[in-house]
């Protein structure tokens, strides 16, 4: 979902004293402040193309700022509370609604979600989804000539054959991998995590990392999305990488947007939500976040789209029971790999 920051880091700019968020000074434009992961704003992500977009209608400043990863935004959010300087947040996921209206701090969206092309459907008043993908475990084809056909054969398979995870504390595709074990394995998955942590070279903050170690040849399989091949495939001309295609099924990952109730431009923020539906935006998703659309683009997926794993059991666990159990599932995880 995703594959230097266009802007400066939050600490960066405390640093320098760059007014996040601060109203526009007189005869200057106002600074829509956008909170993100880090993997969507540099030049080769879908940021600086959606960011010279929106601009272009919106009279407006935008500006992203990468944190490491989509829990990393909430807590972000959690610490700062009513005194962040973003405006909106984008690239957490579904699962965390319950938690992410528990702030207080997202005021409602007001757009019309009808457009909107996700499995199973989606509903709510705040969130936004800009896009959606599968978690999958991509494999470097020339190391891994047989790859595991299933969850159980992952976490059962050669030690020696390390892969590289996320951290569910901190990343979306972390807590997802969370809550596919738990989906798959129920009361076994402690027991699953400690079998599988014989595998694990790494647990990294952020999907940017674990990623940067598979294509540097440290791992030769990593926690990502099915999407990720299509990437190498258009990108690099090489078809690889691959994703692991699973029998018990693929945990399914909606990606949302939401305005702050704090924004000192509550307008705009609206304008942003309602623009993220437009095909102006979503044309820029599969080959910038390297997802799926969450609404129509009006064009045709790239060719290497169709050749990727096209999961048949859409796996999720509602997120009011991830909102429950979040901390004790969390705990099973550390405990299951000696943490």
């Known amino acids: 979902m995703r594959l230097a920051p266009l802007v400066l880091s939050v600490a960066a700019a405390a640093v320098v004293g760059w007014p996040l968020g601060a109203a526009a000074q007189e005869g200057e434009q106002p600074v829509l402040t956008v909170y993100t992961y880090e993997s969507f704003t540099p030049d080769w992500g879908p940021g ?11 009279g407006c400043d935008l500006r992203f700022v ?3 990863d989509g829990v990393a935004i909430l807590n972000r959010l959690k610490l700062e509370g009513e005194r962040t300087q973003a405006d909106v947040a984008l690239g957490m996921t579904a699962e965390l609604i319950p938690e992410l209206k528990a702030t207080g701090l997202f005021a409602p969206s007001n757009v019309d979600l009808s457009p909107l092309e996700i499995p199973g459907g989606f509903a709510d008043e705040t969130f936004v989804p800009f896009d959606y993908s599968y978690l999958a475990f991509v494999y470097d084809s020339e190391s891994i000539p047989n790859p595991p056909k299933s969850l159980a054969e992952l976490v059962a398979g050669d030690p020696d054959q390390k892969i590289a995870i996320q951290d569910a504390r901190t990343s979306t595709p972390g807590l997802g991998l969370l809550l596919w074990m738990k989906s798959v394995f129920g009361d076994q998955a402690e027991a699953k995590w400690v079998e599988l942590s014989r595998r694990i070279l790494t ?8 990623y940067g170690l598979f294509t540097k040849g440290e791992v030769p399989i990593v926690l990502s999305y099915t999407t990720s091949p299509a990437y190498h495939a258009i990108e690099e001309g090489t078809d690889r990488y691959k994703a692991a295609s699973f029998s018990e099924g693929h945990y399914l990952q909606v990606e949302l947007a939401g305005a702050l109730r704090t924004s000192r431009h509550p307008e705009l923020a609206r304008q942003f939500l309602a623009f993220i539906l437009t095909p102006e935006f979503q044309r820029i998703i599969p080959t910038g976040n390297w997802s799926l659309p969450a609404a129509p683009t009006g ?12 999961p048949s059991r859409p796996l999720e666990i509602p997120a009011a029971d991830v909102a429950a159990h979040r901390a004790e599932w969390t705990a099973e995880w550390l405990r299951g790999l000696g943490r």
């Open 48 to 58: 600086p193309r959606i960011e010279q977009a929106f601009e272009a209608q919106c």
């Open 66 to 68: 990468g944190l490491d």
């Open 203 to 210: 647990v990294t903050p952020g999907w940017s990392e674990s």
């Open 299 to 310: 064009e045709a997926l790239p060719d290497a789209f169709r050749a990727l794993v096209q």
